[in-house]
């Protein structure tokens, strides 16, 4: 069994003989297993034990039993307590997500103080086709089905290869003790409901059902590759500026797949994904959806991807002078009886015996008209913009310059009023100018 680990270490090049590495401990079989296999193999090991206090006198018992492993065993031993019932009702995560959370984070923390390459967790073959079985029955996506990776990022799993009796079988007769977690015992939760009473049952018709589950999560390992390739082609295809037409998404074979990859990233759930998905036929444009962090919009037929960004703030400039808009944006009023006009995007000539303070600089808002240069009619300033091939992004985030009727006399960068141009009759100039920065 030692040489099968060696062999599958070798092949997913999971550890470096010449590195060290720390060994998670909690002093159950799995566990203790890791240690001293790892120990056999000749690998620089130091161990690492979470005591989480949940289960009184037992986590003390096995906080000593490793310890005391690893006196006799001269090895280095990094302890940790963690108040994991606070941790959980302060973050509203359950007790099992709590305790990962907290392991994982004090694992890389710890991995980074000494100089460690990696972590080895104990996960074996049976912990992979548990996994499986727990994503199916949630009704995961193909990747919940493809069990556990040897590696993910610095935690590797060295006992992937072995199966749990085989572990407990080799501590005997190796004469090695370890403790058992009574909590484990328990079918209250679906991992331990799996393990106790469905997994035993479905091997006493098939004796070989863990190795017929992981083959079934290697084959779909495989498909997988197939799929993000074909995948990534797709969205290479469709995606343009973070938006994808609707008309062609519809015409993929599988909309829904293209939408949860593109999507999921930015935290849109699978249900929302599903319903922004059976809405596509008779979508209406201006509908949208929002995770935590991004909305997805429907405009001019297309599917948006926009960042939620913070409300841009509205300013109020009662006479001439320099005004901060934002970090990174200031603006600059001045008036001048010369008769100049400086044809540069940032800066609006108006006459300003025809703009009346105060001024007002804000966003665009939806029904926003004015009279672009060298048109006599208004236009509504979102078809202005859309006929300059703005972004949706950028449309959002365009200011006005208004005057004390509201008036719109200058949409920064682009253009300014047809009825506050410099004329012939013009006696002096209000120069507006808005100068940038990376800070102010």
């Known amino acids: 069994m030692l040489n099968r680990i060696a062999r599958f270490i070798e092949e997913n090049r999971l550890l470096d003989r010449g590195k060290r590495h720390l060994a998670a401990v909690s002093g159950g079989a799995d566990s203790v297993f890791l240690l001293l296999a790892l120990r056999r193999l000749g690998y620089d090991v130091e161990v690492v034990h979470c005591n989480f206090n949940l289960r009184e006198e037992e986590s003390m018992r096995d906080e000593q039993f490793v310890v005391d492993l690893c006196k006799k065993l001269c090895i280095e031993s990094h302890l940790i307590h963690f108040d994991t019932k606070t941790y959980a009702q302060n973050h509203q995560v359950s007790i099992e997500m709590a305790a990962r959370e907290l392991r994982y984070r004090y694992f890389e923390q710890l991995r980074q103080d000494i100089g460690a390459e990696d972590v080895c967790v104990a996960h074996h073959k049976d912990d992979s086709a548990e996994t499986i079985l727990m994503n199916l029955l949630r009704g995961t996506g193909l990747r919940g089905l493809e069990g556990i990776k040897p590696r993910n990022g610095h935690i590797v ?210 029904g926003d008209r004015f009279c672009p240069l060298g048109l006599n009619g208004t236009k509504l300033l979102s078809d202005f913009l859309t006929d300059l091939h703005i972004s949706i992004r950028d449309k959002r985030r365009q200011l006005v310059v208004t005057d004390a009727a509201g008036q719109i006399v200058w949409v920064l960068g682009r253009r300014i009023d047809h009825r506050f141009r410099i004329t012939n009759q013009t006696t002096c100039t209000l120069q507006i100018t808005a100068e940038h920065s990376n800070a102010v």
């Open 157 to 366: 799993r060295p006992l992937l290869c072995v199966e749990r009796h085989e572990i407990e079988a080799w501590l005997e007769a190796n004469g090695q003790d370890y403790m058992t977690d009574r909590t484990n015992l328990v079918p209250d939760i679906m991992r331990n409901f799996l393990r106790i009473e469905i997994i035993p049952r479905l091997r006493s018709r098939l004796p070989h059902v863990t190795d017929s589950i992981l083959n079934t999560s290697r084959h779909i390992a495989e498909a997988i590759r197939v799929y993000d390739d074909a995948v990534s082609k797709s969205l290479e295809h469709l995606l343009c500026s973070d938006c994808i037409d609707i008309a062609q998404l519809e015409k993929t074979p599988s909309p829904e797949s293209l939408l949860y990859e593109w999507l999921s990233p930015y935290g849109f759930t699978p249900p929302t994904i599903e319903a922004i998905c059976h809405r596509l036929a008779d979508v209406q444009p201006g509908r949208s959806w929002t995770s935590g962090t991004h909305e997805l919009l429907v405009h001019q037929g297309q599917l948006c991807l926009l960042p939620i960004e913070a409300e841009r703030p509205t300013i109020t400039m009662p006479e001439t002078g320099l005004y901060i808009y934002d970090e990174t944006t200031r603006i600059r009023v001045s008036r001048t009886d010369e008769i100049e006009i400086i044809r540069n995007e940032q800066t609006a000539c108006l006459d300003a015996e025809k703009v009346i303070f105060p001024l007002t600089v804000r966003p665009m808002q939806s």
